[in-house]
C-alpha cells in the first residue's frame, strides 16, 4: 500500500503548535507518558490473550523497552504489547477523539503558571502528543497482535502525518523520536544520556509492573563473559522495581511514590488530597490502594464520564474501569483493587453479579466515608477541600445509597445563614434551634446570594430563624428522599404554610381572623384572574419587606425541579403554585382599598397581572409574557411622570 499523507483535525493542529512552542516547562513528563502508554498495551495484550487462547500472539516476555543511538539523535520507546492496526492508527494518533480537547486547549491557554500547564497533559488523553515537545520527528511502527502486516506512522508535527503498511514488524509498537537539540535554558535536557533516562523512569515509572529495560548504547563496547571467547553484547538493564505499592507496608512506601501511582492511574498530574488503604483478609482476601483527587475533573457530571477502580486479580491486570467496585456517587475515587479469588476470565455482566464485588463494594463506600470523616474531624483545611470539588457529587448518594445515608449526613456540610463563610452540619444546626423552633429549615436556589435575597427569607431573617442555603442542583431531590434528620423534619421555607407568627404570639387569632376577612374578596377576586397561573391567593406570614411571594404546596415539584427533569427529556406538568400576599405592605394595602372602591376597574386586573410577575422575578424567574409585562410597566412609569 503506497504511502498516504493526511492532515490533523483543526484542534490537534492547535494543541501541536502549543507543544511544539514549549508551552510546558517540565519537558521530562513526555517519557512518562510514552512509557504509560506502552504499560497499557501490554497489559491489554494479557488480557486478551486470557480471553482468548487462540490469539496467535507471544505473551512470555512482555516488556518495554528504551533504546538510545547518540549518533542519530534518537530515542526509541519500543513494548511488545497489543499494537494497533492500520485503521486503528489513524483513529487513535491521527486525530484526537477525546470531547474534551477543546476545553483542554481552553484550560491550557489560562493556566497562569508553568507549573499548572505541566499538570494538564495526560488529563485529556494528550499524552503521545507531548513527544513534540523534544521531537523534530515522531515516527511509529506497530503491529497489531495476531495480525500479519505493521503499519508506519510519522510526523513532523506542522499538520500533516503520513500513514503506510509496512512488512515484518515486529508485535507491539515502537515510537521513535528524532530529538531536537539539547537547550537547557528552555529546560530540554539532552535525552540521549542514560542517566537522565534512569532518573526520570525511577521517578515516573518505577511502580510499573512490566520492566523496562535499557538497551545497552550502540557505541559502547562489547564485553567477553568469562569462558568465553566470542564477543557478547551486554544484558538490557531493568530501571524499574516493579513492585506493586499496594502490595507493600506503608512503611515501605514514601508518599512521592503514592502519588506517582495515582498520577499514572487518574492521568492527573497533580498530587491526591488523601490516600486510602485496605486489605481484607479471611474467606475473601483483596487489597485496595485508593486516592481521593484534590480537583474535580471537568468532565464529573456529564455523561461519559469514565469512572471506576483498576481491578487485578493476583497481580494479573483485568480492567481499567471497574465501575462495579464503587457506586456512582464515589465516581471520583480512582485506585487500584488486587483480588485473590476471582476468576482471571471475569467479565463485567459477571461482575455485576458477583458476590464477592458487591461485598467489596460496600466494605470499599464505608472505608472511603469514614476516611473523609476522620479528614473532617482532624484536618479541616483538607476537607474544605474536599467538600468544595465533591460534595455536590457526594450528595448524590444521599438519594440513591439508602444503606449509607447517616454516614453521608455525618460528612456532609452546608451553607448557612448563621455564618457567612463556616458551612454547618446538619448536627450542629438542631444543636442551634431556638425554643420552640420544631423544624430544619431550607431554601434551595442558584446561588447564596439569590437565595439570601429571596423574599421567601425576610421573616426568617427577621427573626434570627437560621436557614440552610442549598445551591447545588441535587438539593432540590435529595432533601425529599431523606426527608427527616434526627426526628426534625427538612422543610423548605419555599413550600406549604408557614406560621411563624404563631411561634412568638406576635398576632392574636382574633387579628388574623380580621385580616383574613378585610382581605377575603381581593384574595378571591385575585384568585379568578390569575387562575391560568396560581391556585391559591393567600395572605402570607413568611414576608415583611416585600408585596409578594410564590410558593409551592407541600408536596409540589419546584420549577427547578421541574426544569431538571425537562432538561433530562422528562416532561412532566405544568405546576399552578400558591400566590401569597404580605398585608402590612403599601401596595397589597392600597390594591385592596382600590378592589372595595373599583373592582371592574380595568387597570385594577394589571396590576394585580404585575404583583405577580414581580413575585416571579423576585425567585429568579422569568413572566410568562415578558413583552407584555415590559409594556404595562412602562405605561404605569409613564402616568408617574
Same mark, same amino acid.
Given at each position: 500500500?503506497?504511502?498516504? %499523507?493526511?492532515?490533523?483535525?483543526?484542534?490537534?493542529?492547535?494543541?501541536?503548535?502549543?507543544?511544539?512552542?514549549?508551552?510546558?516547562?517540565?519537558?521530562?513528563?513526555?517519557?512518562?507518558?510514552?512509557? $504509560?502508554?506502552? $504499560?497499557?498495551?501490554?497489559?491489554?495484550?494479557?488480557?486478551?490473550?486470557?480471553?482468548? &487462547?487462540?490469539?496467535?500472539?507471544? *505473551?512470555?516476555?512482555?516488556?518495554?523497552?528504551?533504546?538510545?543511538?547518540?549518533? /542519530?539523535?534518537?530515542?526509541?520507546?519500543?513494548?511488545?504489547?497489543?499494537?494497533?492496526?492500520?485503521?486503528?492508527?489513524?483513529?487513535?494518533?491521527?486525530?484526537?477523539?477525546?470531547?474534551?480537547?477543546?476545553?483542554?486547549?481552553?484550560?491550557?491557554?489560562?493556566?497562569?503558571?508553568?507549573?499548572?500547564? &505541566?499538570?494538564?497533559?495526560?488529563?485529556?488523553?494528550?499524552?503521545?502528543?507531548?513527544?513534540?515537545?523534544?521531537?523534530?520527528?515522531?515516527?511509529?511502527?506497530?503491529?497489531?497482535?495476531?495480525?500479519?502486516?505493521?503499519?508506519?506512522?510519522?510526523?513532523?508535527?506542522?499538520?500533516?502525518?503520513? =500513514?503506510?503498511?509496512?512488512?515484518?514488524?515486529?508485535?507491539?509498537?515502537?515510537?521513535?523520536?528524532?530529538?531536537?537539540?539539547?537547550?537547557?535554558?528552555?529546560?530540554?535536557?539532552?535525552?540521549?544520556?542514560?542517566?537522565?533516562?534512569?532518573?526520570?523512569?525511577?521517578?515516573?515509572?518505577?511502580?510499573?509492573?512490566?520492566?523496562?529495560?535499557?538497551?545497552?548504547?550502540?557505541?559502547?563496547?562489547?564485553?567477553?563473559?568469562?569462558?568465553?571467547?566470542?564477543?557478547?553484547?551486554?544484558?538490557?538493564?531493568?530501571?524499574?522495581?516493579?513492585?506493586?505499592?499496594? /502490595?507493600?507496608?506503608?512503611?515501605?512506601?514514601?508518599?512521592?511514590?503514592?502519588?506517582?501511582?495515582?498520577?499514572?492511574?487518574?492521568?492527573?498530574?497533580?498530587?491526591?488530597?488523601?490516600?486510602?488503604?485496605?486489605?481484607?483478609?479471611?474467606?475473601?482476601?483483596?487489597?485496595?490502594?485508593?486516592?481521593?483527587?484534590?480537583?474535580?475533573?471537568?468532565?464529573?457530571?456529564?455523561?461519559?464520564?469514565?469512572?471506576? =477502580?483498576?481491578?487485578?486479580?493476583?497481580? !494479573?491486570?483485568?480492567? @481499567?474501569?471497574?465501575?462495579?467496585?464503587?457506586?456512582?456517587?464515589?465516581?471520583?475515587?480512582?485506585?487500584?483493587?488486587?483480588?485473590?479469588?476471582?476468576?482471571?476470565?471475569?467479565?463485567?455482566?459477571? +461482575?455485576?453479579?458477583? #458476590?464477592?464485588?458487591?461485598?467489596?463494594?460496600?466494605?470499599?463506600?464505608?472505608? *472511603? =466515608?469514614?476516611?473523609?470523616?476522620?479528614?473532617?474531624?482532624?484536618?479541616?483545611?483538607?476537607?474544605?477541600?474536599?467538600?468544595?470539588?465533591?460534595?455536590? !457529587?457526594?450528595?448524590?448518594?444521599?438519594?440513591?445509597?439508602?444503606?449509607?445515608?447517616?454516614?453521608?449526613?455525618?460528612?456532609?456540610?452546608?451553607? %448557612?445563614?448563621?455564618?457567612? @463563610? &463556616?458551612?454547618?452540619? +446538619?448536627?450542629?444546626?438542631?444543636?442551634?434551634?431556638?425554643?420552640?423552633?420544631?423544624?430544619?429549615?431550607?431554601?434551595?436556589?442558584?446561588?447564596?446570594?439569590?437565595?439570601?435575597?429571596?423574599?421567601?427569607?425576610?421573616?426568617? #431573617?427577621?427573626?434570627?430563624?437560621?436557614? +440552610?442555603?442549598?445551591?447545588?442542583?441535587?438539593?432540590?431531590?435529595?432533601?425529599?428522599? *431523606?426527608?427527616?434528620?434526627?426526628?426534625?423534619? =427538612?422543610?423548605?421555607?419555599?413550600?406549604?404554610?408557614?406560621?411563624? &407568627?404563631?411561634?412568638?404570639?406576635?398576632?392574636?387569632? @382574633?387579628?388574623?381572623?380580621?385580616?383574613?376577612?378585610?382581605?377575603?374578596?381581593?384574595?378571591?377576586?385575585?384568585?379568578?384572574?390569575?387562575?391560568?397561573?396560581?391556585?391559591?391567593?393567600?395572605?402570607?406570614?413568611?414576608?415583611?419587606?416585600?408585596?409578594?411571594?410564590?410558593?409551592?404546596?407541600?408536596?409540589?415539584?419546584?420549577? /427547578? +425541579?421541574?426544569?431538571?427533569?425537562?432538561?433530562?427529556?422528562?416532561?412532566?406538568?405544568?405546576?399552578?403554585?400558591?400566590?401569597?400576599?404580605?398585608?402590612?405592605?403599601?401596595?397589597?394595602?392600597?390594591?385592596?382599598?382600590?378592589?372595595?372602591?373599583?373592582?371592574?376597574?380595568?387597570?385594577?386586573?394589571?396590576?394585580?397581572?404585575?404583583?405577580?410577575?414581580?413575585?416571579?422575578? /423576585?425567585?429568579?424567574?422569568?413572566?410568562?409574557?415578558?413583552?407584555?409585562?415590559?409594556?404595562?410597566?412602562?405605561?404605569?412609569?409613564?402616568?408617574?411622570?
Amino acid at each position: 500500500m503506497p504511502t498516504e %499523507t493526511f492532515e490533523f483535525q483543526v484542534e490537534a493542529r492547535q494543541l501541536l503548535q502549543l507543544m511544539i512552542h514549549s508551552v510546558y516547562s517540565n519537558k521530562d513528563v513526555f517519557l512518562r507518558e510514552l512509557v $504509560s502508554n506502552a $504499560s497499557d498495551a501490554l497489559d491489554k495484550l494479557r488480557l486478551e490473550k486470557l480471553r482468548d &487462547d487462540t490469539l496467535d500472539a507471544d *505473551v512470555s516476555d512482555l516488556h518495554i523497552e528504551i533504546e538510545i543511538d547518540k549518533d /542519530a539523535r534518537t530515542l526509541t520507546v519500543r513494548d511488545n504489547g497489543i499494537g494497533m492496526s492500520y485503521d486503528e492508527v489513524g483513529q487513535l494518533i491521527g486525530t484526537i477523539a477525546n470531547s474534551g480537547t477543546a476545553t483542554f486547549l481552553k484550560e491550557l491557554k489560562e493556566a497562569k503558571d508553568a507549573a499548572g500547564a &505541566d499538570q494538564l497533559i495526560g488529563q485529556f488523553g494528550v499524552g503521545f502528543y507531548s513527544a513534540f515537545m523534544v521531537a523534530d520527528e515522531v515516527t511509529l511502527v506497530t503491529r497489531r497482535a495476531g495480525e500479519r502486516q505493521g503499519t508506519r506512522w510519522s510526523s513532523r508535527g506542522e499538520g500533516t502525518y503520513t =500513514l503506510e503498511s509496512v512488512e515484518d514488524a515486529p508485535q507491539g509498537t515502537a515510537v521513535t523520536l528524532h530529538l531536537k537539540p539539547a537547550d537547557p535554558e528552555n529546560q530540554l535536557h539532552d535525552y540521549t544520556v542514560t542517566w537522565k533516562i534512569r532518573e526520570i523512569v525511577k521517578r515516573y515509572s518505577d511502580f510499573i509492573t512490566w520492566p523496562i529495560r535499557l538497551v545497552p548504547e550502540k557505541t559502547e563496547k562489547t564485553e567477553k563473559t568469562d569462558g568465553d571467547d566470542g564477543d557478547q553484547a551486554p544484558e538490557p538493564e531493568t530501571l524499574n522495581s516493579q513492585k506493586a505499592l499496594w /502490595a507493600r507496608s506503608r512503611e515501605e512506601v514514601s508518599d512521592d511514590e503514592y502519588h506517582e501511582l495515582y498520577k499514572h492511574i487518574s492521568h492527573d498530574w497533580r498530587d491526591p488530597l488523601e490516600t486510602v488503604r485496605l486489605q481484607a483478609e479471611g474467606t475473601f482476601e483483596y487489597q485496595a490502594l485508593l486516592f481521593i483527587p484534590g480537583h474535580a475533573p471537568h468532565d464529573l457530571f456529564t455523561q461519559g464520564y469514565q469512572r471506576g =477502580l483498576q481491578l487485578y486479580v493476583k497481580r !494479573v491486570f483485568i480492567m @481499567d474501569d471497574c465501575e462495579a467496585l464503587l457506586p456512582p456517587y464515589l465516581r471520583f475515587v480512582k485506585g487500584v483493587v488486587d483480588a485473590a479469588d476471582l476468576s482471571l476470565n471475569v467479565s463485567r455482566e459477571i +461482575l455485576q453479579q458477583d #458476590r464477592h464485588i458487591r461485598m467489596m463494594q460496600r466494605r470499599l463506600t464505608k472505608k *472511603v =466515608l469514614s476516611t473523609v470523616k476522620d479528614m473532617k474531624a482532624k484536618d479541616p483545611d483538607k476537607y474544605a477541600t474536599f467538600w468544595r470539588e465533591f460534595g455536590a !457529587v457526594l450528595k448524590e448518594g444521599l438519594i440513591t445509597d439508602a444503606e449509607n445515608r447517616d454516614a453521608i449526613l455525618a460528612v456532609a456540610s452546608f451553607a %448557612t445563614t448563621h455564618g457567612d @463563610d &463556616d458551612p454547618t452540619t +446538619l448536627k450542629a444546626y438542631v444543636e442551634r434551634m431556638k425554643d420552640g423552633q420544631e423544624d430544619i429549615y431550607y431554601l434551595t436556589g442558584a446561588s447564596r446570594q439569590s437565595i439570601e435575597n429571596s423574599p421567601h427569607m425576610e421573616a426568617f #431573617r427577621a427573626k434570627g430563624i437560621e436557614v +440552610l442555603l442549598l445551591t447545588d442542583p441535587v438539593d432540590e431531590v435529595w432533601v425529599d428522599a *431523606v426527608g427527616e434528620f434526627e426526628g426534625r423534619k =427538612l422543610r423548605s421555607v419555599a413550600k406549604g404554610e408557614i406560621d411563624l &407568627d404563631a411561634k412568638d404570639e406576635e398576632k392574636t387569632e @382574633d387579628e388574623k381572623e380580621k385580616q383574613a376577612e378585610e382581605y377575603g374578596g381581593l384574595l378571591g377576586w385575585m384568585k379568578e384572574r390569575l387562575a391560568e397561573d396560581v391556585k391559591e391567593v393567600r395572605l402570607s406570614s413568611r414576608l415583611t419587606t416585600s408585596p409578594a411571594c410564590l410558593v409551592s404546596d407541600a408536596h409540589d415539584l419546584t420549577p /427547578a +425541579l421541574e426544569n431538571m427533569y425537562r432538561a433530562m427529556g422528562q416532561e412532566v406538568p405544568r405546576t399552578r403554585r400558591i400566590l401569597e400576599l404580605n398585608p402590612d405592605h403599601m401596595l397589597v394595602k392600597g390594591l385592596n382599598q382600590a378592589y372595595k372602591e373599583h373592582a371592574d376597574k380595568a387597570e385594577l386586573a394589571e396590576t394585580a397581572e404585575l404583583l405577580h410577575a414581580l413575585a416571579v422575578l /423576585a425567585e429568579g424567574g422569568q413572566p410568562k409574557e415578558p413583552a407584555r409585562f415590559v409594556k404595562l410597566v412602562a405605561d404605569r412609569l409613564e402616568r408617574t411622570l
